[in-house]
């Protein structure tokens, strides 16, 4: 008989459940926003709505300054995922079809697993690798089966790989930086680097605020608040109790969330391929986040170790 989940494990599994239904939240966002923004302007209006959220929340709750020891990952991810990793998704997102985006960009999470077990020391046990092979079919089968027009160019390609290399390399660094500053600081400081790296954009920003329609902004506002600056806190809150492995193949929810929101919020009624995609999605991140009934004490100990040796202070948990 499987053991019950602790209030900690299952506060970090409501977590990671909050980060990827907004984070699949975004794709619908991102096509009202993106008709009047081009992709740097919408990442700096996204991060600057993001930071101001953040900043506040760090205000109330008197979050001081990271610790010195945590900027090298706080400074890291908040350049290659915050910052760079928008705009050239934006970008690269423009210049091919769906179904080679889905390709590319979740080859995302495969990263986070190899990189985590090199430079983390996560331990890539059978049923992980088999999730997310489960999973990466399906999101491919997703993009796919929603790509009835468009083309592919290889900038476009070459965009969208360099999105899914700056994800990976994001999220492996942010993980040790949560072993000395909390999911609050760390998402703080990092969307506020990546505002700081866009700011090259702030003309461009200006002058579309102008012409845009007002529900293309107010979904950038959305972007800001709540796929960026909350879905992000509670995407680290959760990763400082988990490998980035296995967050990484948590995220392969997302684009079976997308099919079932457009369908939804667009009436975008979703054919059988697409209905198959993310039923594989979803099959795979269940499989990559079980573990083996008879599985004995000493592994689960040992697993229990590496995901939780970066958890920050319980003082410092947002």
Known sequence: MKKPLRPAEATAAAAAVVT?????????SIRSAGVAYSPGALALGRLASGALALGVLCLVRREGVPPRSAWRGIAISGALWFGFYMVVLNWGEQQVDAGTAALVVNIGPILIALLGS????????????AGMAVSFAGAVTV????????????LGVALCLLAAVAYAGGVV????????????????????????????????????????????????VYLGIFPTALAFTTWAYALARTTASRMGATTYAVPALVVLMSWLALGEVPGLLTL???????????????????????????????ATASDPEPEQVP
Do not use: H, Y
């Not at 990827?20 to 619908?28: G, Y």
């Not at 760390?186 to 200006?206: K, S």
């Not at 795979?284 to 079980?290: D, I």
């Open 118 to 129: 090199r430079l983390l020391g996560d331990a890539m046990p059978p049923r992980l690798l």
């Open 173 to 220: 660094a942010q993980k040790p930086a949560l072993g000395r500053a909390s999911a609050l600081q760390v998402t703080t400081f990092g969307c506020l680097i990546g505002a700081v790296l866009c700011l090259p954009f702030a003309g461009q920003l200006v002058q579309e605020a102008g012409d845009a329609p007002v529900s293309a902004t107010l979904n950038m």
């Open 143 to 154: 993009g796919l089966s929603m790509s009835g027009e468009g083309g592919s160019s290889v």
């Open 276 to 306: 198959a995609g993310g039923v594989l999605c979803l099959a795979g991140v269940a499989v990559s986040r079980s573990r083996p009934r008879a599985q004995s004490v000493a592994e689960a100990e040992a697993e229990q170790s590496t």
């Open 20 to 28: 990827v239904v907004l984070w699949a939240s975004a794709f619908v």
